[in-house]
């Protein structure tokens, strides 16, 4: 069953079933549109109608029944499309033609064959591909972190819906894919070369010939240049939304899998957390806010808006749609307020970095009995214990792998070795953080917890310091420095410069050690490994 | 004047170049015949697009009714409504002392064109 309308064209009444009828709607309002800006438009348009009634009342007339959207299409194919009817007599023929191949590539969400809004199926129709292989992809860039289904929701408000039936049959008719944009490129590349050779060949005759040819020359020229300028801008059009697409899928992924904790852990500068999300972090060991909730939804939605911004408008270049005015008005508008409350929120966090203090303490080594102080790393707490092939004994600990646990907060200490002024090793320790305010900062490094130990020729010192677990970071620092006098020696572990921060020199020399400790001593105010006391030129000059 | 007109046509279509330029040469001489078609008699539009068709001068009929406007508004053609027995009023056109005098002008160039056109072409 059908439903039937009944309509007036032009003082004639025809019955007529609703698609065809939305079809024919549709023609004259593009007609409508098409003819608005030109003098005598309204007119050309009735005339049109009138014409259009007259080959309708044939049509009928041979049947009798309600007209169907097969007849409205044939007149339509009668009567032309808009472009091809113009009116002015310069405007150049090639505009008709080649907006019609712009014209029938035309990307719709397909409503018909959807699932959710018809995006893939539209995709599967402009590519030439089942769209159940677009589903997987969709699919598959979910589980890689909802990427898929911010891009999906994206391509939903941006790709028109193929509402009618013109949609459908555009959606459907000519379907755009790598062979017939190729085709299309050395289409436009061979009309271009056969436009420059004929351009030069009448170059070359234009001084001998009379002024009208030159004139010839002249417009040929220009209508190069424009078909030429038409076809860099498409061109610079699809790079950069290549670009921006790419931009943004490529700022998308880092975030989706920061926010919902797919590293093994977060680092940054000399700090590690493990175990837990961005988010998470944010809230835990940075934000100082009674609202980290309220902070954190609108920081993700200050970050994720040009993101999305990026990859949206990517899309529309590549595919060269309208620009939706309203959805980036609220989106600038979303993000104006997200960034404003952000703003507010984030002040008290801001402030809390104000204050600096810094708290030095004082060690020495009694009972040092002997030339050489050993320095260690402390493995016991830190690393899991390699043990021999029946579970027994304990062989050693495995330097490779720190043990660190989920969600606590561990910070690289520094470490120098510096010359002493007298005969004694001496150790200093300097803490350092920040606070709203000095007190702040004094007991955020009260909180700061760094664990060492010195006996009479060792010094054992742990990889990491830990903030307590309530303690927010403030840029809380270790360093570690240590005083050597001359004619006295160091032997430092190789595990040492991997966990803890040290200059680069130092590094350098200790990385390629191959012994699990190389010893060193002062030597014209340079440190130079016992081993090679020889090769001076090899020392580490003292810092 | 049909026959002039398929001289200019070549039957290859393969280019599209050749589709363009044949496209280009019916839109120069459209105007031209249209004038001459209103001027044997008056007509309604659909009178010059039967024979427009009739002789492949028009691939879309929407390509008339810009052009007849066109000419209206230039004051070329006058129109006048007129009862229709098997249907609603039409609108028929005719040639203003203006249009008259333009089609004679047009009628010469085409002549001395085609002339020009075919001695170069032989």
């Known amino acids: 069953m059908e439903k039937t309308l009944s309509i ?3 003082g004639w009444v025809f019955n007529i079933n609703e698609d065809a009828y939305h079809l024919l709607s549709e023609y004259f309002e593009n007609i409508t549109k098409y003819f608005s800006k030109e003098e005598g438009g309204a007119e050309i348009v009735s005339d049109i109608e009138a014409r259009v009634a007259e080959l309708l009342k044939e049509k009928i007339n041979e049947s009798e029944t309600a007209v169907n959207i097969q007849q409205i299409q044939e007149i339509m194919e009668i009567m032309g499309q808009p472009y091809e009817m113009e009116a002015d007599a310069d405007d150049s023929i090639g505009e008709g033609s080649k907006r ?6 035309k990307l719709f969400r397909d409503t018909d064959n959807s699932h959710i809004a018809g995006v893939a199926a539209g995709l599967g129709t402009y ?11 969709f699919l598959l860039l979910i589980f890689t972190g909802g990427v898929g289904v911010i891009l999906y929701i994206a391509l939903w408000i941006l790709i028109p819906e193929a509402a009618s039936i013109s949609d ?3 959606m459907e008719g000519k379907k755009v894919d790598i062979k017939n944009i190729e085709d299309k490129v050395k289409e436009e590349a061979a009309y271009l070369s056969d436009r420059l050779s004929e351009f030069s060949t009448e170059a070359k005759d234009a001084y001998h010939k009379t002024r009208p040819v030159r004139k010839k020359g002249i417009k040929k020229a220009e209508e190069m240049i424009k078909s030429t300028g038409r076809i860099i801008l498409r061109l610079l059009k699809f790079l950069l939304g290549f670009i921006l697409f790419l931009t943004g899928v490529g700022l998308l992924i880092p975030f989706v899998i920061f926010f919902f904790n797919w590293v093994p852990g977060l680092e940054f500068e000399t700090f590690t957390v493990h175990g837990i999300s961005l988010p998470q972090f944010l809230s835990t060991y940075l934000f100082d806010t009674k609202h980290p909730l309220i902070l954190l939804s609108t920081l993700t939605i200050t970050i994720l808006i040009p993101v999305i911004m990026l990859i949206f408008n990517g899309i529309r270049f590549l595919f060269n749609f309208k620009r939706k005015k309203l959805v980036g008005a609220i989106a600038v508008q979303i993000w104006l307020a997200a960034f404003i409350i952000t703003l507010g929120f984030s002040y008290t966090t801001l402030t809390a970095f104000k204050a600096d203090a810094v708290n030095i303490t004082h060690y020495d080594f009694d009972e040092m009995n002997s030339d050489t102080l050993y320095i260690k790393l402390n493995k016991q707490s830190y690393f899991q214990d390699v043990l021999t092939g029946d579970h027994k004994t304990v062989l050693s600990q495995d330097e490779n792998f720190p043990i660190l646990h989920k969600g606590e907060f561990y910070g690289v200490p520094r470490f120098r070795i510096r010359l002493s002024d007298n005969d004694d090793f001496k150790l200093k320790i300097f803490y350092s953080a920040s606070g709203h305010k000095d007190e702040d900062a004094h007991r955020n490094i009260q909180m700061t917890e760094y664990v060492f130990d010195i006996d009479s020729s060792t010094l054992v010192l742990d990889p990491y310091f830990k903030l307590q677990p309530s303690q927010k970071w403030r840029d809380q620092e270790v360093k570690i420095e240590l005083f050597v006098p001359s004619q006295r020696y160091v032997s430092i572990e190789t595990s040492i410069p991997k966990y803890l921060k040290m200059s680069y020199k130092w590094r350098r020399r200790l990385e390629y050690q191959k012994a699990k400790a190389s010893y060193w001593y002062l030597e014209d105010d ?9 090769m001076a030129a090899d020392s580490v000059a003292v810092e | 004047m049909q026959n002039n007109v398929m001289v200019f046509v070549p039957s290859n279509n393969r280019n599209m170049n050749i589709e363009k330029t044949k496209a280009q040469m019916r839109k120069g001489v459209l105007e031209l015949c249209t004038l001459a078609i209103i001027s044997e008699k008056d007509v309604y539009a659909s009178d010059i697009i039967e024979e427009l068709k009739s002789s492949d001068l028009i691939v879309v009929e929407g390509t008339l009714y810009p052009l007849l406007t066109r000419l209206k508004n230039d004051g070329l053609l006058q129109y006048r409504w007129e009862e229709s027995t098997s249907g609603p009023p039409r609108k028929y056109y005719q040639l203003t002392k203006e249009g008259e005098d333009s089609l004679t002008a047009l009628k010469q160039s085409w002549k001395e ?8 072409i032989k």
């Not at chain 1, 019609?100 to 590539?105: H, I, P, Q």
């Not at chain 1, 590519?127 to 992809?137: E, Q, S």
């Not at chain 2, 064109?113 to 170069?120: E, G, H, N, W």
């Open chain 1, 8 to 10: 007036n064209i032009n």
């Open chain 1, 100 to 105: 019609t191949n712009f014209g029938s590539r």
């Open chain 1, 127 to 137: 590519f030439k591909l089942d769209p159940i292989f677009i589903r997987i992809a």
């Open chain 1, 168 to 170: 459908k049959i555009r």
């Open chain 1, 526 to 534: 340079r440190f130079v490994e016992a081993s090679e006391m020889m």
């Open chain 2, 113 to 120: 064109l085609s002339i020009a056109v075919d001695k170069i």
